[in-house]
């Protein structure tokens, strides 16, 4: 079974991000694996350990700098097998980073498509959750969002997924997409041998040229301000004078 991982990196949560003079300022920022992808990763390595004898592989790609390779270091000592990292310092869209993904897919898989590719449910940066659907639809694969739950055999995949008032389930035939939610596994410890192996595993570093306008681009960033303004009041008919100017107060 050959699986496909989609890793991408973003700030730590935990990591301070400040403004000196209304710019952004990052010196503070440390980067790891968006938290989504550990369990899609998790997920997909348990299927190669499920399907050992059938010599199952997991890529990895990621759309990113080169100091993402720090980052795939790690998935490959939880797992995987093999990394491309596409290099790029550009900040592309959801649209072009499907793009650049399904391309290298395809190279790298010829005719072929892997039979599954795990995307974490959306990065924890932006939150967009388009990455997934739209690298399907360009790869011609079956997918399902957001899944919690995966049964697979050698002949289909029973997956569930949580909707408005209950759970969804689904039957799936390869080849498919899955985008993964929280909960879905425990993703698995590194330990020191995993890590030592992992430096013996490729990384592939190839150099991406994209052509394609996007059709978001982020144009400030600015901070939150939390500061809310408080007035005191006399008497309930002073109030009700106030709230029925909304601008008095807002």
Do not use: W
């Not at 700098?65 to 720090?70: D, K, N, T, V």
């Not at 491309?84 to 649209?95: A, W």
């Not at 639809?137 to 969002?145: A, F, H, I, K, T």
């Amino acid at each position: 079974m050959h699986i496909a991982v989609c890793l991408c990196q973003v700030p730590d949560t935990s990591s301070v991000i400040s403004f000196v003079e209304g710019v952004q300022d990052l010196s503070r920022v440390n980067e790891v694996m968006n938290p989504f992808d550990e369990y899609a990763l998790e997920e997909a390595v348990r299927l190669k350990e499920r399907f050992e004898g059938s010599s199952s592989q997991v890529t990895l790609f990621s759309v990113a700098s080169p100091s993402a390779r720090e980052m795939l270091r790690k998935a490959l000592a939880m797992g995987g097998d093999r990394a491309l990292l596409l290099c790029t310092t550009e900040v592309l869209d959801p649209f072009q980073t499907s793009l650049i993904l399904s391309r290298a897919i395809r190279d790298f898989y010829g005719e072929a498509l892997p039979d599954l590719v795990f995307c974490g449910k959306h990065s924890t940066d932006f939150q967009s959750a388009q990455v997934p659907l739209m690298l399907a639809e360009l790869l011609g694969m079956e997918s399902v969002s957001a899944i919690i739950k995966l049964e697979a055999s050698e002949e289909s995949i029973q997956v569930e997924r949580e909707i408005e008032g209950g759970i969804e389930s689904l039957e799936v035939h390869y080849p498919a997409l899955f985008s993964v939610e929280k909960g879905l596994n425990v993703p698995r410890k590194t330990t020191i041998k995993s890590v030592m192996e992992a430096r013996k595993k490729p990384i592939d570093l190839l150099p991406v040229t994209i052509s394609e306008s996007p059709s978001i681009t982020v144009t400030s960033i600015k901070p939150l301000v939390r500061a809310k303004k408080c007035r005191f009041v006399s008497d309930a008919r002073e109030l009700v004078r106030l709230l029925s100017h909304e601008h008095a107060l807002f």
